[in-house]
């Protein structure tokens, strides 16, 4: 999988993608993550790549010029089955939405920043809209990180233990059961005895009995 990241600030999430998870994927050649000035495409000679709205609205738009410019020479590259503007009134990202996004080879995800983007690269350059919550960052970078790390981590190999990320949260629209390591007692608070039992069938039926009650009790909307 390749995800290119056009932003205006790469240096705000360069160390990110380059660490954990997502660097290992990188270094397995299982994914590619290219990170793109906007900066570099424009012509205007002090590098700015917003201006004034017309309108006289508050705030700057980004340009439609140089993200078009950028958004071409990559599809000159290769095909995209999604150029993706992470904006707070796009569709809700999800983990359902992660799951299908990682069967995909190649995305674009443009990063919003100002007041906007030009209303014509939203009808006409990107195919997807995508929110990650209903409130608004300085710029789309941290979105664009988030959906880079829930969708790689997906690709199959990233994970060491597939199954790992299979039992998140989200999954099945369930919360993870509750988790626990050694020791088996500390200060009086114990682990559950089913699992220390090693009975495997009633360690999964617990599993699945807690990702219920916890959802009910602390989610009850992803049960509709």
Not at 12 to 40: P, T
Not at 112 to 118: A, L, N, P, R, V
């Amino acid at each position: 999988m390749r995800i290119d990241i056009i932003t205006v600030l790469p240096e705000m999430i360069e160390g990110f993608v380059n660490e954990s998870i997502l660097a290992r994927a990188q270094k397995k050649g299982l994914a590619e993550i290219q990170l793109h000035n906007l900066r570099d495409y424009t012509k205007d000679k002090w590098r700015r790549v917003d201006d004034y709205p017309y309108g006289g609205f508050a705030g700057m738009v980004m340009q439609i010029e140089p993200i078009d410019r950028c958004i071409q020479a990559l599809k000159d590259e290769r095909e995209y089955d999604d150029i993706i503007y992470v904006s707070p009134d796009g569709e809700k990202f999800d983990q359902q939405m992660a799951n299908t996004m990682s069967l995909q080879q190649n995305l674009i995800i443009l990063c919003g920043h100002y007041k906007g983007i030009d209303q014509r690269v939203r009808d006409h350059l990107v195919t997807r809209e995508i929110s990650v919550g209903d409130f608004v960052l300085t710029g789309g970078e941290l979105a664009a990180a988030i959906i880079a790390d829930t969708v790689i981590r997906l690709v199959p190999g990233v994970v060491g233990d597939e199954q790992s990320a299979l039992s998140d949260c989200f999954q099945d629209n369930l919360l993870a059961a509750p988790v626990y390591t050694r020791p088996a007692d500390y200060k009086g608070w114990k682990v559950p005895d089913i699992l220390l039992s090693g009975n495997e069938a009633k360690i999964k039926q617990w599993e699945m009995d807690q990702a219920m009650e916890r959802t009910k009790r602390l989610r009850p909307d992803l049960l509709k």
